[in-house]
């Protein structure tokens, strides 16, 4: 039986070219015997699918994409666009696959943005179970145009990283970032949730270095992660990481009071 309901499919070129880049870098690509991507909820067309393929051939030429959508009409849509490696079929959070595959990675993107929050947690669930070993789910949301994102990594052991991605040319601030968190988060950015110290430091530390943008939006965002970090945040990554507009925290530094994995 396909678990969940038909969303609005937006979908366009280079939308989901941020996300793209951190999945590459996930050991699972290169370690898994069977490097199958999923790319769940892929929308009104093929693109992202066929993007992401191109993006992640070259981690591991054995790779493969499956794109899984609820409404029978975008799966005929898109097949009518599959190449050797990339192929569509009906489904939801179940992640029905072939002989019974499991995914190193399934992507959902801007498909839980349009489910109540109380729904989040059990699809979840239901994905992560589809994983195989050491398999993550990289569910977020963007904006339009992909120049706004966040995601959150989650494995079989919860939730484990947020990382927003920002184009930094003209940012004003980053907490526009607040307003494409994912379900999880969206509804927390209120006094007394972690969520909104994050985006609050995010925002302090992005006006405090402002004079940095002399040298360039990346320098000036260098030194908020830097900061960020020197505050007592769990920072991740490096110089090379941030310069893309990226900062990834510890789940547990933004966990909404109340959460529960299982």
Not at 221 to 235: D, Q, R, S
Request: charged share 25%; aromatic share 6%.
């Amino acid at each position: 039986m396909v678990e969940g309901r038909v969303t609005r499919g937006t979908t366009g070129t280079n939308r989901l070219r941020r996300v793209d880049r951190w999945i590459a870098t996930l050991p699972v690509l290169r370690s898994s015997g069977d490097p199958l991507v999923v790319d769940l909820g892929f929308g009104a067309s093929a693109t992202t699918s066929l993007e992401l393929f191109e993006r992640l051939r070259p981690v591991n030429p054995a790779l493969e994409v499956i794109g899984i959508e609820i409404e029978p009409e975008r799966v005929r849509v898109a097949s009518a666009r599959a190449v050797p490696g990339v192929s569509f079929r009906v489904g939801g959070f179940e992640v029905p696959l072939p002989s019974d595959r499991r995914p190193a990675v399934i992507r959902a993107l801007n498909v839980l943005r349009q489910y109540d929050e109380h729904e989040v947690v059990p699809n979840w669930r239901r994905m992560v179970d589809r994983l195989q070993p050491g398999g993550v789910l990289v569910e977020g949301t963007c904006n339009e145009v992909g120049r706004v994102c966040a995601w959150i990594d989650i494995t079989a052991d919860g939730p484990q990283t947020l990382t927003v991605s920002l184009r930094l040319d003209d940012l004003e601030s980053p907490g526009i970032v607040a307003e494409r968190l994912p379900k999880a988060l969206i509804h927390r950015n209120v006094p007394g949730e972690r969520t909104h110290d994050f985006i609050e430091a995010l925002d302090r530390h992005w006006r405090y270095n402002a004079g940095l943008a002399t040298f360039g939006a990346s320098q000036r965002w260098i030194a908020v992660a830097k900061a960020m970090k020197a505050e007592g945040w769990p920072v991740r990554g490096t110089q090379r990481r941030w310069r893309l507009g990226e900062l990834t925290v510890d789940w547990a530094s933004v966990e909404p009071g109340g959460f529960s994995w299982r």
